[in-house]
């Protein structure tokens, strides 16, 4: 999933939105084993959470959750990829739909 986030990245870069959107991973605590795997061959930022700074608890994360964040950097949707898998067109077409329309609210 985290390809197709790398390939929706590179589409959004050339979207006219009145903000820019930025695609970034934050792993949870406990799962820095798999981080060397998941940034091989990306481009996308990818983070560490921490206990100091624990968005994953912050936010609520479901595994897999794409949260979407306001001008604000507080969450105004979330896209689980595991119930809607980016390789199905369909739900990369809506992720990229909801990231432009958040990137395009006032």
Do not use: C
């Not at 986030?5 to 930025?22: N, P, R, V, Y």
């Not at 969450?75 to 990229?96: C, E, H, R, S």
Request: aromatic content about 6%; charged content about 20%; proline content about 3%.
């Amino acid at each position: 999933q985290f390809g197709h986030l790398d390939t929706m990245q590179k589409e959004l870069a050339g979207a006219t939105t009145k903000k820019k959107i930025q695609i970034l991973g934050v792993n949870g605590i406990a799962l820095e084993s798999g981080n060397a795997i998941i940034t091989a061959g990306r481009t996308l930022p990818w983070l560490q959470d921490t206990l100091a700074e624990d968005v994953w608890n912050d936010w609520a994360v479901t595994y897999r959750d794409v949260v979407v964040l306001d001008a604000e950097n507080k969450p105004i949707a979330v896209y689980n990829l595991t119930t809607n898998d980016l390789g199905q067109p369909a739900n990369f077409a809506t992720l990229k739909s909801i990231l432009v329309g958040a990137a395009n609210a006032d």
